[in-house]
């Protein structure tokens, strides 16, 4: 072998060499990043951002919604700004992200928001996709229709149109439990229940403690089925597996309880919207614990 073929080769194995070691080292420092970001605190990516991203309704009133001042309220809205003080140190360090019912899931997996505080009833099937705290409230499915026309049995909805949310623990139970009732299905509150006003359905089936703040500010509808279903919970949720951050909402509660402040936001936000009628021990859940 000629010395020019032999430089040739010695340099070409140089090159090869060094863009192996290049390679290695950008691994290496994308790895190390991946490492630092997977080790990081939750909490403290929380405090670091001086923010904590909380995903509410924007039309779902006395719970979450927006005020005609541009401000966001309700039941939901009072634990969330709670939550943001204990954590940060002024509630209102909180940034509501408006959600509906079927993108809550998606924006927990998103990293769009920290935690769901809307309404998000527990169930098994949700289990799977995201982690549930401790429980807030209890609530079970109603059914309003207007007044002249009650529907008061789930018989009478055979082979009519009822009205559901998309996402919703109501669509879930009437497409498993009663397939022959033809669901008119929403994304959005607003939307459904001008779809009942219009009397494009018999009737609209949703969480009971919705049901009940509409029908008495609504004259002319009411809640012809007060409970169906099962009894179920509404609790925060955070991403699948984000375990300090779920711990540490579940202590919260816990600590709330000891002054009774979910009854407090009920007092505030709920019992107005609400007949004498109603009892807060059927609905709220003090402290994360069921009794």
Known sequence: MNSKKIFALVLSTLFLVGVLAGCGSTATKTDTKQDAKSSKSSIQEIKDRGKIKIGVFSDKPPFGFVDANGKNQGFDVYIAKRLAKDLLGDESKVEFVLVEAASRVEFLQSNKVDIILANFTV??????????????????????????????????????????????????YFTKNHPDIELLKFDQNTEAFEALKDKRGVAL???????????????????????????????????KGNKELLDWINTELDTLGKENFIHKAYNETLKPAYSESINPEEIVVEGGKLK
């Open 123 to 172: 169930t098994d099937e949700r289990k799977q996709k995201v982690d549930f705290a401790n429980p807030y409230m209890k609530v079970a499915l109603g059914v309003v229709s207007p007044a002249g026309t009650p529907i008061t049995s789930v018989d009478q909805l055979k082979d009519k149109k009822l009205i559901v949310n998309k996402g919703t623990t109501a669509e879930t």
């Open 205 to 239: 089936a949703h969480d009971n403690t919705l049901l009940f703040a509409w029908a008495k500010e609504n004259t002319g509808f009411n809640v012809g089925i007060p409970t169906l279903g099962s009894l179920d919970t509404i609790a925060p949720a955070v991403k």
